[in-house]
């Protein structure tokens, strides 16, 4: 590219001193001493302009380029992804416990402090309110101050919350120390956005179905605890050494923190390619292979050299009058455009780099404030950027629509197996609001029975999520789902009961997972983090209403609880069909568009 400026702004931007010249630059002045110019390259110049040669690289002249995209599938999947896997499993099962220990814990407490039935509850509550809060806030912090860093902050605010937990000294203090654990299990939907940006396409589908065996795992896992745990243990202290019995995983997970990289990824993103090239580098001595051939630069600049070559553009002359606009970065090797240059009229604060001679500290932190604003602002936009709100909207509502399902699910488990209650047939006793029950072995089997009905949810997403997209897989899980709660209406000895609750367990859980696959395979890495926070936001909104539906409106109407939940059924079958963007094959993308 030949950019034609002033001497005097040469020296300015580039350093350029009068018979010298910097490396990947060429340049030549009207004074004496320019540099010698072959008859191809000298160029007719004008009064005192100078030009600056700048060459875009292509792949007929220069050495091979890659993305981290190509990186990850190049060199497939090995020992990295399974730490990785091993790391985000861990993950999932800390905060899996953190949840299923809530069905253990509220009853308990109710009998030891004598609480009314809406306090029982506003314990479960309190922590989804966290979750909501939680999963706007990690969204966004994510995206500015990286996958990793997120995640290390959110696991220890979690333990420290869950082991102040267990020793709360009254029922206010509770609630306090549960709302803080729920806001940082908000942000443990971060760990699919760091996992799956280290995924090969092809793997990656499955690997996040897969995840949800270690959710499946936790709760089996919380379940078992308290089986050993509770009856052996004399009460009061009983659900204390509970609680901090099941911290002990979010200790486990900071051990991985030392040996795991942050997203590549991230790195690209915040333009800190050196820094992704390194992480590039670390997963290839994991894997025991080689990077790709070449060197990391983002997608944008990929599409901008492989347009370059298709159309055999290899110079570009830009008359700028000496003004400088666009991202051009001095780097050792020849002068890359990242960004397109324009012409002064169009540029705009967010596109036009400002070069200072001079800086401060006081320039740095502001710039640095700055940044973080902009892109968070910039992360929430491209939700709703161009056609995306066709995605962003239908997604917000299957998010919330999907927990809603989910925890109805297991709420209505409890309500008529546990207690017996079968208002359509008459066949038990409403024992839903005696307040303190004793839970017995029975009890703490039945938990991890239901908590197995997930797996072959999860093994039916396995099998059809690759087969028939993310789309297909989600409304045909939303249909079953529909089928079995639509079953819970026919009056049936309670062993069918139980089945049909385990087949709407499962298929929703499998729904749920789909979900989570689809929604950051269709964002960019920019907004990919707060777009997973604000769902996940919206999804806690759901678990925040359905146990009115499913505890309080069950013993009073069962046929209009089944049918709010059917009803929801149909409509996120549509939902999911209405989605304009099928991810199946895709390879994750960088920027929007």
Not at 14 to 27: F, L, Q
Not at 44 to 60: A, C, K, Q, T, Y
Not at 450 to 457: Q, R
Not at 526 to 537: E, N
Request: glycine share 8%.
């Amino acid at each position: 590219i030949v950019l034609k400026m002033s001497d005097d702004q040469i020296e300015e931007v580039a350093g350029i001193k009068e018979n010298g010249s910097i490396e990947g630059v060429r340049y030549s002045k009207t004074s004496e001493n320019k540099p010698s110019l072959s008859e191809e390259e000298e160029e007719e110049i004008e009064g005192d302009n100078v030009e600056l040669i700048l060459p875009i690289r292509d792949s007929r002249k220069t050495s091979k380029v890659y993305t981290v995209e190509d990186a990850i599938n190049y060199m497939g999947f090995g020992p990295f992804q399974i730490i990785v896997t091993l790391f985000s499993g861990m993950i999932w099962v800390s905060d899996a416990m953190e949840v299923m220990l809530l069905s253990v814990l509220s009853p308990i407490v109710t009998c030891d402090w004598h609480l009314e039935n809406w306090e029982e509850a506003f314990i479960t509550s309190i922590v989804f309110v966290g979750f909501f809060f939680g999963g706007l806030t990690w969204g966004i912090v994510a995206d500015v101050i990286g996958r990793k860093m997120c995640l290390l902050i959110v696991d220890i605010i979690v333990l420290v919350f869950g082991l102040l937990s267990a020793i709360s000294p009254s029922y206010p203090f509770l609630l306090l120390f549960r709302f803080f654990a729920g806001f940082g299990i908000g942000g443990s939907a971060q760990s699919v956005t760091y996992y799956v940006e280290f995924l090969p396409k092809k793997m990656r589908g499955i690997c996040i179905v897969l995840l949800e065996l270690w959710w499946a795992i936790g709760t089996i896992f919380a379940a078992v605890l308290a089986l050993v745990v509770i009856p052996n243990i004399p009460d009061p202290i009983n659900w204390r050494v509970y609680l901090g019995l099941c911290a002990i995983p979010l200790a486990l997970v900071l051990c991985f923190f030392p040996f795991i990289p942050e997203s590549a990824r991230y790195y690209i993103i915040k333009g800190k390619y050196d820094k992704g090239e390194k992480v590039i580098k670390r997963i290839a001595w994991f894997n025991r292979t080689s990077p790709p051939p070449g060197r990391l630069v983002s997608q944008e600049e990929k599409d901008m050299l492989e347009m370059c070559e298709d159309e055999q553009i290899t110079e570009a002359n830009v008359e700028t009058d000496g003004h400088l606009t666009g991202h051009v970065t001095l780097e050792q090797e020849p002068l890359l455009i990242q960004d397109q240059i324009s012409p002064p009229d169009s540029s705009s604060p967010d596109d036009t780099v400002e070069i200072h001679v001079k800086d401060t500290w006081r320039n740095k932190i502001s710039e640095k404030l700055q940044e973080a604003l902009r892109d968070t602002r910039r992360s929430l936009l491209l939700l709703f950027k161009d056609k995306m709100w066709r995605t962003s909207v239908p997604l917000f509502f299957i998010w919330l629509g999907v927990a809603w399902l989910y925890y109805g699910a297991v709420l209505l488990t409890t309500t008529i197996l546990e207690t017996g209650y079968d208002p359509h047939c008459g066949t038990g006793n409403n024992t839903i609001n005696d307040g303190c029950r004793n839970l017995t072995t029975e009890f703490y089997t039945k938990i991890v029975w239901t908590s197995a009905a997930e797996f072959p949810g999860i093994i039916i997403t396995l099998v059809i999520i690759e087969f028939f997209g993310r789309k297909i897989t989600m409304a045909v899980e939303f249909v079953g789902t529909g089928i079995f709660f639509g079953l819970l209406l026919i009056c049936v000895p309670e062993i069918y009961l139980a089945l049909f609750l385990f087949g709407a367990r499962g298929f929703i859980t499998g729904a749920f997972q789909a979900v989570y696959v689809y929604t950051p395979e269709v964002y960019p890495t920019g907004a990919r983090g707060v777009s997973l926070g604000v769902m996940t936001s919206a999804a806690r909104v759901g678990a925040l209403i359905t146990p009115f539906i499913a505890q309080a409106l069950y013993p009073v109407s069962n046929v209009a609880t089944i049918g709010l939940y059917v009803g929801s059924c149909v409509f996120l079958c549509i939902a999911s069909l209405i989605l304009p963007i099928e991810t199946k094959g895709k390879s994750l993308k960088d920027t929007h568009g």
